[in-house]
């Protein structure tokens, strides 16, 4: 039994919110607002978006864009490693950072693909 499309807009929803948290928890000790809040709303904001992926998979039929929504999910499983790296090793940023960056090249990769491919996928069904 598929989701409707309001728990399907909900999900978008908690996936959105999930990556501003993400983005906030980055930028917070850039500006040095941070006393250790920011690895709480990086976290929060990871397994938000790890829950929001896992529960609003690809139901089509075509296996390219099922690969591309699958490795968009692990995008949010390095976010959600960086967040164990952020309270493993608190004296250094690399490892989270570097898993931070591996995360969001993934999902700026993906964020491009997709709509390519479903364009492309349109496009054939019209001709």
Do not use: H
């Not at 499309?5 to 930028?27: F, N």
């Not at 609003?56 to 099922?66: A, Q």
């Not at 479903?118 to 069904?125: I, L, Y």
Request: glycine share 6%.
């Amino acid at each position: 039994m598929g989701q409707s499309k309001t728990a399907s807009r909900v999900w978008i929803l908690v996936m959105t919110v999930g990556m501003l948290l993400i983005v906030a928890g980055t930028v917070l000790p850039i500006w040095r607002l941070d006393n250790n809040i920011y690895k709480y709303v990086y976290t929060v904001g990871a397994v938000m978006l790890l829950v929001s992926r896992l529960f609003n998979p690809y139901k089509g039929t075509d296996i390219r864009l099922k690969r591309l929504v699958r490795i968009e999910s692990w995008s949010a499983i390095f976010f959600c490693v960086a967040a164990f790296f952020m309270f493993y090793d608190s004296t250094t940023a690399r490892d989270w950072l570097a898993f931070t960056l591996a995360g969001g090249v993934i999902q700026v990769y993906t964020s491009i693909m997709i709509p390519r491919v479903e364009a492309k996928n349109r496009k054939q069904r019209q001709n």
